[in-house]
């Protein structure tokens, strides 16, 4: 649906970025009702991006332009969410922020429509998106929690290349057509790439696993271990889970892995935790061998999980989580909250 007299002023920060250009092909493939369309680029100087098949100048943020929309979506860093979002949310403006600036704000709802609708109010007109890595975690565990309860968390999440940005995914490919190049050596070891390709991420990518998402602390963890450790319990509403995350990135283009074990409140057959993960709202559940990989899972809206089976004890689900980055871990997840305050009545334009 084309821009309307009768939609809404949306405002997208960030829209000339990955994440920002999902996020306009979803409201015009979801047929949101966008009257006028204002986008800003990612950074400081102008670009452009095409909503309707129209070619939209989209200049540096201006502060004055959003705080006159109807809806703001931040699609970009965690200081230009700082910046922006409390300003706009106090003048009336509805914000969904995909930063992690405000995640753990407990004045900001953090939302996944399948799994905490109920975190947003009226009252707060800044919404926090999660984490894309614990957002297909909490769509697979929600029903499993609300029904028989999740007790522990054990992850492994292997990441793809798109969640560092553009320049680790250009740093991905660079070294890959480097390393083509490269006679395999007889002994095994790994070629050496030329010196330069490796400034985005802490270790050379292609052909590699790096087990570092983020700095790593004096704990021993990485900023995306403690991100999911700690977006999870607050999506589910379970502030002492113990949850213990593994963050690894892998040289995948897009679509987020997660290996995860399930400490539930009492045993539960195989048979029951299929019936119950089938049950889960955003959730598809395939079995024996079938099963979604990154590669499968690009692209697609659906969080997709797999190879379910009793983990160490009988309490223990064992389960294979595959969704998209960019889409429910970033600009579908924002665009469905959006729906929700639609479906609300919340969102009438000005």
Not at 4 to 24: P, Y
Not at 86 to 97: F, H, K, M, Q
Not at 309 to 317: F, K, L, M, V
């Amino acid at each position: 649906m084309p821009p309307t007299r009768d939609g809404l002023i949306v405002g997208v920060v960030g829209a000339t970025g990955m994440v920002g250009r999902e996020l306009l092909a979803l409201l015009e493939r979801r047929k949101f009702p966008v009257r006028e369309l204002r986008p800003f680029s990612s950074g400081r100087t102008a670009a452009s991006v095409i909503f309707h098949g129209r070619r939209i100048s989209a200049p540096a943020v201006n502060a004055a332009a959003l705080s006159s929309c109807d809806l703001a979506f931040l699609v970009s860093s965690d200081e230009v969410a700082r910046t922006l979002a409390p300003r706009l949310a106090e003048s009336g403006v509805w914000t969904i922020d995909d930063s992690a600036a405000f995640r753990m704000d407990p004045r900001v709802p953090l939302v996944i429509p399948e799994v905490n609708p109920g975190a947003l109010r009226r009252d707060a007109r800044l919404i926090a998106g999660p984490n894309c890595t614990m957002t297909g975690l909490a769509v697979a565990a929600s029903r499993l929690h609300r029904e028989i309860g999740v007790r522990a968390v054990r992850v492994a999440s292997y990441q793809a290349v798109s969640g560092a940005g553009r320049s680790a995914l250009e740093e991905l490919l660079s070294q890959s057509r480097a390393l083509a190049k490269t006679r395999p050596d007889p002994d095994g070891r790994a070629p050496r790439l030329p010196a330069g390709i490796g400034r985005a991420l802490p270790r050379a990518i292609a052909f590699n696993a790096v087990p570092q998402v983020g700095r790593i602390g004096k704990d021993g963890c990485s900023g995306e271990e403690n991100k999911v450790r700690d977006e999870l319990r607050r999506v589910l509403s379970a502030p002492r889970l113990p949850v213990s995350a593994t963050a690894v990135r892998v040289p995948t283009i897009r679509g987020h892995a997660l290996a995860a074990w399930l400490t539930l409140a009492r045993p539960l057959s195989r048979a029951r935790a299929l019936a119950v993960l089938r049950r889960t709202p955003g959730l598809s559940v395939q079995d024996g061998d079938e099963y979604p990989t990154p590669r499968s899972a690009g692209g697609t809206d659906i969080v997709g999980a797999a190879r379910v089976r009793i983990g160490a004890n009988p309490r223990e689900i064992a389960l294979w989580i595959v969704s998209d980055n960019l889409l429910k871990g970033a600009a579908l997840n924002s665009t469905q909250i959006a729906e929700e305050l639609l479906r609300r009545g919340w969102l009438p334009s000005r």
